[in-house]
């Protein structure tokens, strides 16, 4: 019995073997559709490469709220405003300053300056009854970095850099702030004087020819920003740029 099974599994095995060949293509044929259902990874040819050219909204309405600015003012393309924002005639906002009238009013009068980085806002109210607008008349100069918050800067002012200026408080005609200085909330500079400090002090009268200066400082930069205002365009520049860096790296534009 046992020679009769080693005989009979000697026959099998070569046809078994006969079939492994015709096999193998089927089991090929049968794993071919799920390679081809197999997604296939991402190109990552230069087409796929997405330029964005939007920048920085200027001008941002809230609500029924939209800032206005006059024809011949400059506003820098970087500047951010937002809100009840009024620029008038020969004023400029320097790049990278915020006007924020979110809650109340902010103006930037006649040949005024607002230099670079300085940062306007508005309260819904101020502690000394005043308007709580923040409010800047003709001939006034904001010095860089400066922060200025519901106050009242009334003509022929200059306020100096990295100053600040809280809620209500008030710098009247013809006065100078200097540089560093904070103006507490309700404080209040009168006509002709210089302070300076943390919390701002008097120092010193100032003289006829310093008071006469003042509106000379703020027509010379309204001067100044005639050159900048004739090379202004009123859409950024970065794509020349971009194209310069595409033609560098043989990406078709």
Partial sequence: MAAALARFSRRALPSSSRLLPLLRPLSSEAASPAAAAAPSPPPTSADRVKWDYRGQRRVIPLGQWVPKIAVDAYVAPNVVLAGQVTVYDGASVWNGSVLRG??????????????????????????????????????????????????????????????????????????????????????????????????????????????????????????????????????????LEVEKMKKALSIPL
């Fill in 102 to 239: 979110d809650l109340n009013k902010i103006t930037v009068g006649f040949c005024s300056n607002v230099q670079e980085r300085c940062v306007l806002h508005a309260a819904w109210s101020s502690p000394t009854g005043l308007p709580a607008e923040t409010s800047i008349e003709r001939y006034v100069t904001i010095g860089a970095y400066s922060l200025l918050r519901s106050c009242t800067i009334e003509p022929e002012c200059i306020i100096g850099q990295h100053s600040i200026l809280m809620e209500g408080s008030l710098v009247e005609t013809n006065s100078i702030l200097e540089a560093g200085s904070v103006l507490p909330p309700g404080r209040r500079i009168p006509t002709g004087e210089l302070w300076a400090g943390n919390p701002a002090r008097f120092v010193r009268k100032l003289t006829h020819e310093e008071i006469l200066e003042i509106p000379k400082l703020a027509v010379a930069i309204n001067d100044l920003m005639q050159s900048h205002f004739s090379e202004f365009l009123p859409y950024s520049t970065v794509y």
